[in-house]
């Protein structure tokens, strides 16, 4: 199937008092049409700055975004125009925002700002507009909404505020949509309803997804694969059940512990246990310092690159690669079924 996204060799970093950062190193993202592609990090990993990077929204200067390759059903997007890209916002690529609240304009009733941006991208009159501007509402399952198309965004719960920003997305027929954390600030059932929601209007029209969280799980029930960012690069990408049921970069565990199950019991000694912070300058890896699998090979001034582990696995990270090289031998002793356990397996001797 055609790629609906691709991103090659993308460089985003800002001009500072400071000199020159970079942000965002990104070897390589495809998503396919249809597909649901979940991108994962901690807050600041620079998941929402690869999202307006992507819709052409980073202000250049203090912004310089790079790429081999950006594209948008393989037209390429950095060599578009400010007008071509207003084109192509809304209509070929949209966006659910965080915070539902800032995306609405507390001045205007929603029916007046979804009926207003479908009549300019859709050249229809107010009348129609507001006829198509109900369909989506109804779409979006937002109880009674011939009378929520006279109410204020203020007279919304965060939950509805967010049904409306979905909505207003898939109104001039977009499809691929970037959700960026669209439940961050719900609470957990309007949590699972949004998600719900999203999921089937993303099968009923075909709609390709590129959904940013901080929570595996969440993204265990919307995407078919998924990618871990740490500090601006990709250091595990896979199908989902191979991250989650077989996890190998140390960040990737971090993000599946950092969620216990019910049924898990919190080690009182592993929670004592200080790893002690390393300079972090010794190494490119944004975990360094903070790693307990840590050692000689993750030192040096070269970025570790996606080293191909399966098919469809890849991970950056020289500990987990070398306990992949020792576990030939993990598999046979130690029973081990999946590359992850041969990883724990080949490594719990040397403790």
């Given at each position: 199937?055609?790629?609906?996204?691709?991103?090659?060799?993308?460089?985003?970093?800002?001009?500072?008092f400071?000199?020159?950062?970079?942000?965002?190193?990104?070897?390589?993202?495809?998503?396919?049409?249809?597909?649901?592609?979940?991108?994962?990090?901690?807050?600041?990993?620079?998941?929402?700055?690869?999202?307006?990077?992507?819709?052409?929204?980073?202000?250049?200067?203090?912004?310089?975004?790079?790429?081999?390759?950006?594209?948008?059903?393989?037209?390429?997007?950095?060599?578009?125009?400010?007008?071509?890209?207003?084109e192509?916002?809304?209509?070929?690529?949209?966006?659910?925002?965080?915070?539902?609240?800032?995306a609405?304009?507390?001045?205007?009733?929603?029916?007046?700002?979804?009926?207003?941006?479908?009549r300019?991208?859709?050249?229809?009159?107010?009348?129609?507009?507001?006829?198509?501007?109900?369909?989506?509402?109804?779409?979006?399952e937002?109880p009674?909404?011939?009378?929520?198309?006279?109410?204020?965004?203020?007279?919304?719960s965060?939950?509805?505020?967010?049904?409306?920003?979905?909505?207003?997305?898939?109104?001039?027929?977009?499809?691929?949509?970037?959700?960026?954390?669209?439940?961050?600030?719900?609470?957990?059932?309007?949590?699972?309803?949004?998600?719900?929601?999203?999921?089937?209007?993303?099968?009923?029209?075909?709609?390709?997804?590129?959904?940013?969280?901080?929570?595996l799980?969440?993204?265990?029930?919307?995407?078919n694969?998924?990618g871990?960012?740490?500090?601006?690069?990709?250091?595990?990408?896979?199908?989902?059940?191979d991250?989650?049921?077989?996890?190998?970069?140390?960040?990737?565990?971090?993000?599946l512990?950092?969620?216990?199950?019910?049924?898990?019991?919190?080690?009182?000694?592993?929670?004592?246990?200080?790893?002690?912070?390393?300079?972090?300058?010794?190494?490119?890896?944004?975990?360094?310092?903070?790693?307990?699998?840590?050692?000689?090979?993750?030192?040096?001034?070269?970025?570790?690159?996606?080293?191909?582990?399966?098919?469809?696995?890849?991970?950056?990270?020289?500990?987990?690669?070398?306990?992949?090289?020792?576990?030939?031998?993990?598999l046979?002793?130690?029973?081990?079924?999946?590359?992850?356990?041969?990883?724990?397996?080949?490594?719990?001797?040397?403790?």
């Amino acid at each position: 199937m055609a790629d609906h996204l691709r991103i090659r060799d993308l460089k985003v970093g800002f001009q500072t008092f400071d000199g020159f950062v970079e942000i965002l190193d990104i070897g390589d993202i495809h998503i396919e049409k249809g597909e649901a592609y979940g991108l994962v990090g901690e807050s600041g990993a620079g998941k929402t700055v690869l999202a307006l990077a992507i819709l052409g929204l980073l202000r250049q200067p203090p912004a310089e975004v790079k790429a081999e390759e950006l594209s948008l059903d393989g037209e390429p997007l950095l060599e578009k125009s400010q007008k071509e890209l207003r084109e192509i916002r809304g209509r070929r690529i949209s966006m659910i925002l965080q915070d539902p609240m800032s995306a609405l304009d507390p001045a205007f009733d929603v029916g007046y700002q979804l009926s207003e941006v479908i009549r300019l991208r859709n050249k229809m009159d107010r009348k129609e507009a507001r006829e198509k501007a109900l369909e989506f509402m109804r779409m979006v399952e937002l109880p009674d909404p011939e009378m929520m198309l006279d109410k204020y965004p203020h007279q919304l719960s965060g939950g509805q505020r967010q049904r409306i920003v979905i909505a207003l997305a898939l109104a001039c027929g977009s499809q691929f949509l970037i959700a960026d954390e669209p439940t961050r600030n719900l609470d957990v059932t309007v949590q699972a309803s949004v998600l719900k929601t999203i999921h089937r209007l993303r099968e009923e029209l075909g709609v390709s997804l590129l959904f940013i969280a901080n929570n595996l799980s969440l993204v265990s029930v919307m995407c078919n694969r998924v990618g871990i960012l740490l500090k601006g690069r990709i250091v595990e990408t896979g199908r989902v059940r191979d991250i989650l049921d077989d996890p190998l970069h140390p960040y990737t565990l971090d993000l599946l512990r950092a969620v216990p199950s019910k049924e898990e019991q919190l080690d009182e000694d592993e929670i004592k246990r200080d790893v002690e912070i390393a300079d972090p300058s010794r190494s490119r890896c944004a975990l360094y310092p903070r790693c307990k699998f840590r050692g000689p090979a993750c030192e040096g001034d070269t970025a570790f690159e996606l080293v191909s582990v399966s098919p469809t696995h890849s991970v950056a990270c020289p500990y987990a690669l070398q306990s992949l090289a020792a576990a030939s031998g993990a598999l046979a002793t130690a029973g081990a079924t999946t590359a992850s356990d041969a990883v724990a397996a080949a490594t719990d001797g040397g403790d």
